[in-house]
């Protein structure tokens, strides 16, 4: 008889210790779906091919009401995308509200000029085939508007506010275009306000029909793997092409992070083939920028 007794409260034990044991796993696989379940926590996806634009991400996507603050009208769902790690690219999606495109639009209307580019040797600005745009410049803090964008600006860049130039608003009209170039410049001259440009962030503020892309031609990539691919115009197929989309942000980065120059930050505009295209460029520096 004892040794019966005992037998029972051994199996007792091991069933009690079995149930201790699932009850555990259940309550672990219950909260890691949770974390998963707000995206918290997520899954390691492999890939075969490597390639930047097939490795895109998305993080940082807001799903629900956006709490704009004293944001000029409504910007909606806004999330970053990565476009490209050679050169390093990225896409913040609905940077700009419709309300602050057409601000820095009307700011800059009255004012539109034949676009030029920088004399290297002089540092003064010259006419040149390769930049057919208008465009104006905004003094940097000029409004409370601006000076929001701004700050939006600093923190996507990670760059304080007084390493950038004023806000360049661009008009592009059909057949307008910027030949491909560096925004990074290649003398001392360009360089004694603020040292080497090393980042820009172009911001479009409006839809463009046809045409108008931002091209990367030397981008390493698959060029043809980006979703809007069919709607590219013939010369947006010729290297890593965005299409302006009203309110969208594209920052990147002309050095590398060992503060080399990268030459596959090498862009142009697209010539427009329908419609205009309004856009604003933010150059910033490694150093403060003296206004």
């Given at each position: 008889m004892p040794k019966g007794r005992n037998?029972?409260?051994?199996?007792?034990?091991?069933?009690?210790?079995?149930?201790?044991?699932?009850?555990?796993?259940?309550?672990?696989?219950?909260?890691?779906?949770?974390l998963l379940a707000l995206g918290i926590l997520s899954l390691p996806i492999s890939s075969d091919d490597p390639s930047p634009i097939q490795?895109?991400?998305?993080?940082?996507?807001?799903?629900?009401?956006?709490?704009?603050?004293?944001?000029?009208?409504?910007?909606?769902?806004?999330?970053?995308?990565?476009?490209?790690?050679?050169?390093?690219a990225f896409i913040y999606h609905n940077f700009l509200s419709k309300e602050e495109c057409m601000h820095l639009i009307?700011?800059?209307?009255?004012?539109?000029a034949k676009s030029?580019?920088?004399?290297?040797?002089?540092?003064?600005?010259?006419?040149?085939?390769?930049?057919?745009?208008s465009g104006m410049f905004l003094k940097r803090g000029?409004?409370?508007?601006?000076?929001?964008?701004?700050?939006?600006?600093?923190?996507?860049?990670?760059?304080?506010?007084?390493?950038?130039?004023g806000l360049q608003v661009l008009h592009y009209e059909v057949g307008q275009k910027y030949e491909p170039h560096y925004d990074y410049f290649l003398d001392e001259f360009n360089t004694k306000n603020g040292g080497q440009r090393i980042a820009t962030v172009l911001m479009y503020l409006s839809?463009?029909?046809?045409?108008?892309?931002?091209?990367?031609?030397?981008?390493t990539a698959n060029f043809s793997l980006v979703p809007w691919w069919n709607e590219l115009s013939e010369c947006g197929k010729k290297g890593l092409a965005v299409k302006p989309k009203m309110g969208d942000a594209l920052l990147f980065w002309s050095m590398r992070p060992d503060a080399t120059l990268d030459p596959s930050s090498l862009h142009g505009g697209c010539p427009v083939?329908?419609?205009?295209?309004?856009?604003?460029?933010?150059?910033?520096?490694?150093?403060?920028?003296?206004?």
């Open positions: 037998s029972s409260r051994l199996q007792g034990k091991r069933s009690s210790t079995v149930a201790l044991v699932l009850a555990m796993l259940l309550m672990l696989t219950i909260v890691l779906l949770m490795d895109r991400i998305n993080f940082g996507r807001k799903t629900g009401p956006v709490d704009n603050g004293d944001v000029l009208g409504d910007r909606g769902e806004q999330w970053t995308e990565v476009l490209s790690w050679e050169p390093r009307s700011l800059a209307k009255p004012h539109m030029t580019v920088v004399d290297s040797k002089t540092g003064q600005s010259k006419d040149s085939r390769v930049r057919t745009s000029r409004d409370k508007i601006i000076r929001d964008i701004e700050k939006r600006i600093a923190d996507f860049a990670f760059i304080p506010v007084e390493h950038g130039e839809d463009v029909e046809e045409g108008g892309e931002t091209i990367f031609p030397a981008a083939i329908k419609g205009n295209k309004w856009s604003s460029t933010k150059w910033m520096h490694v150093d403060e920028y003296k206004v």
